[in-house]
Structure formats: structure tokens, C-alpha cells
């Protein structure tokens, strides 16, 4: 029974910078929360879209801190996390536009909201087709879905 405590002490101790690469998996509720600290009563800063990328900064138990590409922190539970492919998905590329940009939407269709605007020449790797929309990951790191018409490559 001596090992008991020792384990969970073990399991609740930070592990130090992991500097390891994961990816959001695909989940029930179709997002995962980033936390401001290691557990579901911390507040949500955001949320986080299957596939997107964050760097382990260091674990508690079954949470993780960790790193976006924005450079933004916070804390997520690791069950949700997973390698990546091993193969670099194809290189796209945003085609021009009459208006002089392409949306990225939350979904696939323009019903959904608008996550940031992308520009002709910018580099997207596809991770899902819907129809006519692609789910992509823009050079900057933002995951959302943009009609295929509109990408090269």
C-alpha cells in the first residue's frame, strides 16, 4: 500500500518541457476546450477543432499544457490529443477571387461563420472534403472549410 501515494504522486507531478507535436482528435461535441488550468472547472479560452495542431508544453495527469501556433497557452485533457499522419498531406493553394479573398468558415457552407480570411498564393494542406467544401489547414495554423473552387494545387 506504500506505493499508492508514491503513484499518485507520480501521476500529479509536472512533467518537463515534452516539446512533443499533437494533434486534436476527433471529438463527440466536435471541439475540445483550452483551459486556463488543469481541469474542467477552469474557464474555456477557446476552442480547440479536430485536427488542429498544439506543442506539449508539460502534463499533469491527464492534462496537458499547451502551446497553439498563435503562441496562445493553456490547458487541455490529453485523451483528446494524437500523432499526426506520418505523410505531409498535399500543398493547395488559395485561387484568385473577384473580391480579392477566400473565406475560411467554421463549417462547410456559407452559413457559417467567418474564422478569418485568406488570400491568394496562401499555402493549405486539405484534411477532409464535404461536397463541393474542403477542410483545411491554413499556412498560419487556423483550421476551418472553404469551397473547393476556390483552391489550387
Do not use: C
Not at 44 to 63: A, C, H, K, N, Q
Not at 78 to 103: C, D, H, K, M, Q
Not at 130 to 137: E, F, S
Amino acid at each position: 500500500m506504500r506505493l499508492a501515494p508514491l503513484l499518485l504522486v507520480l501521476l500529479l507531478s509536472p512533467v518537463g518541457a515534452l516539446a512533443q507535436t499533437l494533434y486534436v482528435k476527433q471529438t463527440e461535441e466536435g471541439y475540445l476546450n483550452l483551459r486556463s488550468g488543469p481541469g474542467t472547472v477552469h474557464d474555456v479560452l477557446l476552442r480547440l477543432s479536430p485536427g488542429d495542431r498544439v506543442d506539449i508544453e508539460e502534463t499533469l495527469g491527464i492534462w496537458a499544457h499547451v502551446r497553439l501556433p498563435s503562441g496562445q497557452r493553456g490547458w487541455v485533457s490529453s485523451s483528446y490529443l494524437e500523432r499526426g499522419a506520418a505523410e505531409v498531406p498535399a500543398i493547395r493553394f488559395v485561387a484568385p477571387t473577384t473580391v480579392g479573398y477566400l473565406n475560411l468558415r467554421a463549417g462547410p457552407g456559407t452559413g457559417h461563420a467567418v474564422l478569418r480570411r485568406m488570400y491568394p498564393g496562401d499555402r493549405l494542406a486539405p484534411l477532409e472534403r464535404r461536397g463541393d467544401w474542403l477542410r483545411v489547414r491554413h499556412v498560419s495554423g487556423a483550421v476551418g472549410w472553404a469551397h473547393g473552387d476556390y483552391i489550387t494545387g
